[in-house]
C-alpha cells in the first residue's frame, strides 16, 4: 500500500483485497498476452495469415488491458505486480513448454480467455460490497471482451 493517506470511499483494507484480486486479473491478462503474442509469432499452416492477424488484434488489445489493470491497482494505492517472478505465481494460464500446432493453439486461447473471464467475475464478490463501481466498470468491460474473443476463436474449432 501507498505511504500516502488515502480517502476515496473505500476502506484500505477493502482496496487491499480489491487490488489483490486485480493482481490475478493483471496476471492472466498478461500471461495471455505473452501466450497470443507467441502464437502470433509461430503460427503456422493453412491459416496462418487469419490467425496471424487475428492473434495480433487480441495481444495488441491485452496490450492495453494490462495498463489499464496496472493503473486501476495504483488508483487504489497498491503497487501493481510486474515481474514474470510475480505473474508467475498469480495466473492460473501454464505456460507452454513447446510450439503446439495452430489448432491447439486455438484451443488453448478459448482456454486462456475463459480463464480471465472466470478470475474477473470471481472479484465482483469483494468490489460490490466496498461500492467500487470504477472497478466493476472495468471488469464488466474485459469480461464482455473475453467472452466474445473466447466466442470467436471457438468459431473456429467447429
Known amino acids: 500500500m501507498s505511504s500516502q493517506p488515502m480517502n476515496i ?11 489483490e484480486g486485480l493482481s490475478r486479473l493483471l496476471a492472466d491478462s498478461y500471461t495471455l498476452y ?16 487469419t490467425l496471424h492477424l487475428m492473434f495480433e ?4 488489445e491485452l496490450a492495453l488491458a494490462v495498463d489499464l489493470i496496472a493503473e486501476r491497482i495504483r488508483a487504489l494505492g497498491v503497487f501493481a505486480p510486474g515481474t514474470y517472478q510475480e505473474f508467475a505465481k498469480l495466473t ?11 489448432q491447439e493453439m486455438i484451443k488453448n486461447l478459448v482456454e486462456g480467455q475463459e480463464a480471465v473471464v472466470r ?20 471488469l464488466t468491460q474485459r ?5 466474445k474473443t473466447a466466442w470467436m476463436l471457438r468459431s473456429l474449432l467447429e
Not at 501466450?35 to 495469415?49: A, C, D, E, L, R
Not at 492460473?92 to 495452430?102: H, L, M, N, R, Y
Not at 478470475?119 to 472495468?138: N, Y
Request: charged share 20%; proline share 6%.
Open 9 to 19: 470511499g473505500i476502506n484500505e483494507q477493502d482496496r487491499s483485497a480489491i487490488s
Open 34 to 49: 505473452l501466450k497470443t503474442h507467441y502464437y502470433h509469432w509461430n503460427v503456422t499452416g493453412p491459416m496462418f495469415n
Open 57 to 60: 488484434t487480441q495481444y495488441n
Open 92 to 102: 492460473v494460464i501454464p505456460s507452454d513448454t513447446e510450439v503446439p500446432k495452430a
Open 119 to 138: 478470475t474477473a467475475r470471481s472479484l465482483f464478490s469483494v468490489i460490490e460490497p466496498a461500492k467500487d463501481e470504477a472497478s466493476a466498470d472495468l
Open 143 to 147: 469480461i464482455q471482451l473475453h467472452e
